[in-house]
C-alpha cells in the first residue's frame, strides 16, 4: 500500500469524454494535480475530445464503448477486470451513471476502497430528465449510503440532491477551479479571432459556449439576441458547443426568425475556448435547469469577461457584483441585462472583467481546487488502510 506521501493510487470513472463541464473539470484536475496521483480513466461510452487530452498528460484511458450506457455482461466484466489490475486505492465516479459503476467497480478491488461520487448538475424537474437518466437518478438516491462522500460542485445542487433523497451526510461541496494562468486575457488572440470571424474590432461581440443541450436554452438566447440586435445594431453574437452547427435544423430556423442571419457565428465543438473568450466583449449563461456550476462562466470570467447569467445553480454566486443576473427561461430579462452593459460602455465593461477576473482568482483558482481534492482523497484513503 502506498504511503501518504506516495503518489496515490485513483481511478476516475466517468460516463464519458465529450467536451462538457464534467469532462473538462477532470481534465483540469488532472493537469493540476501533477505527481500527487497516478491515476487512470475509465470512460462507460468514447474517449470523445477529452480522451486523448488525458493520454498526453500520460495518464491510461480506456473506454467501455457502452451505447446509451446500456449494461452488458462483457462492458461489466472488462470495468472488473481493468479496476482489479489496476488495484486502485480510491475509486472517484463522475456523473451519475459514473457514480453507480464506480459502486460496482469497488467490488473487484482486492482490498476496501473508498468510492467517491461526484454529481455536477443541478436537480430542478426530474421530469426533464430522458427516462433512463431519471432512473439512474432514483437509484442514485437509494444508494447514497454507498459512497464515502458525494462531492457537489454547487450548494444549490447538494441540497436539491437532499431533498430528492441523497443522504446529506455525504455532502462535501468543491466548486470547480479555473487556471488563470491559460484562461486570460490575451489582446493578440481577440485580435486573431476576430479575423477569423471576419467580425470588426468596434463590433461588440457577445458569445454563448457550451454544449447544445435543451438545459442550456440556446433557443432563449436566440430570442434575447434577436431583441439586443434590433436595439443595438453594432452587435455580433457567437455560439460554440459541441452540436452547435448550422446543419442543426432547430437552430437554423431560430436565427432566421430573430433576423441574425450575418450577425451569429456558430462554432461548433473548439478546443480553443480560451481564445474565444478573450474575443467576448459580453459573454452569457442562458441555463433554463441543469447547471450546477457553470465552466464557461467562470473561464470567461478569468479572461476578464463580465457575464449575463441566468439564475440557475451557483451562477448567480459565481458572477456576484461583476455581471448581471436574471430570471431563468426570461428572454426579455436576458435581453434588457445585455442591452444594459452595452450601453454602459466600453470603460465600464472593462471594469467589471476586471473585477470578475479578479474574482475568479481569489475565489475559484484551479490550484485551491485540486488542494481540496487531494486533501479529501487522502482523508478517505487513510481511515480506509486502516480498516484492511
Keep these: 500500500m ?71 455482461p462483457k462492458s461489466v466484466l472488462n470495468l472488473l477486470r481493468w479496476t482489479r489490475s489496476f488495484e486502485p486505492e480510491l475509486i472517484q465516479g463522475w456523473m451519475y451513471h459514473g457514480n453507480l459503476m464506480a459502486s460496482l467497480a469497488a467490488i473487484a478491488a482486492r482490498r476496501r476502497v473508498p468510492v467517491l461520487w461526484n454529481i455536477r448538475q443541478t436537480l430542478y424537474d426530474l421530469a426533464r430528465e430522458r427516462r433512463a437518466t431519471a432512473l439512474v437518478i432514483r437509484t442514485g438516491a437509494l444508494l447514497s449510503r454507498l459512497p464515502a462522500a458525494i462531492i457537489y460542485n454547487s450548494h444549490t445542487s447538494a441540497k436539491q440532491h437532499e431533498d430528492f433523497g441523497y443522504m446529506p451526510q455525504k455532502r462535501v461541496v468543491i466548486p470547480n477551479g479555473f487556471d488563470c494562468n491559460f484562461f486570460r486575457p490575451d489582446a493578440d488572440a481577440r485580435k486573431h479571432i476576430r479575423q477569423e470571424l471576419g467580425i470588426n474590432e468596434d463590433a461588440i461581440l457577445i458569445g454563448l459556449i457550451g454544449r447544445y443541450h435543451p438545459m442550456k436554452d440556446h433557443r432563449g438566447f436566440l430570442r434575447a439576441a434577436g431583441q439586443v440586435l434590433r436595439a443595438c445594431p453594432n452587435v455580433r453574437f457567437l455560439l460554440a458547443g459541441n452540436g452547435v452547427v448550422h446543419e442543426d435544423a432547430v437552430l437554423a430556423k431560430a436565427i432566421a426568425e430573430e433576423g441574425l442571419l450575418g450577425r451569429l457565428c456558430m462554432l461548433g465543438e473548439r478546443c480553443d475556448t480560451e481564445r474565444l473568450n478573450s474575443a467576448l466583449d459580453i459573454a452569457c449563461s442562458a441555463s433554463a435547469w441543469g447547471e450546477g456550476f457553470s465552466n464557461s462562466i467562470g473561464e470567461a470570467m478569468a479572461c476578464g469577461v463580465p457575464c449575463v447569467v441566468t439564475d440557475i445553480g451557483d451562477s448567480a454566486l459565481i458572477v456576484g457584483d461583476t455581471g448581471r443576473t436574471v ?12 442591452i444594459e452593459l452595452i450601453r454602459a460602455g466600453s470603460e465600464h465593461r472593462r471594469n467589471l472583467g476586471a473585477a470578475a477576473r479578479r474574482r475568479v482568482e481569489a475565489e475559484f483558482s484551479l490550484a485551491s481546487v485540486t488542494r481540496r481534492y487531494d486533501e479529501l482523497y487522502h482523508s478517505m484513503v487513510r481511515p480506509a488502510a486502516l480498516k484492511g
Design 2 to 72: 502506498n504511503k501518504a506521501s506516495e503518489r496515490l493510487r485513483v481511478e476516475h470513472i466517468i460516463t464519458g469524454l465529450k467536451t462538457g463541464g464534467a469532462e473538462m473539470m477532470l481534465l483540469k484536475l488532472l493537469s493540476a494535480a501533477g505527481r500527487n496521483w497516478e491515476p487512470e480513466v475509465i470512460s462507460l461510452s468514447e474517449e470523445g475530445l477529452v480522451g486523448p487530452r488525458i493520454r498526453a498528460l500520460g495518464i491510461p484511458v480506456r473506454a467501455l464503448g457502452m451505447k446509451r450506457i446500456s449494461l452488458s
Design 327 to 338: 430570471t431563468a427561461s426570461n428572454s426579455d430579462a436576458l435581453a434588457r441585462a445585455v
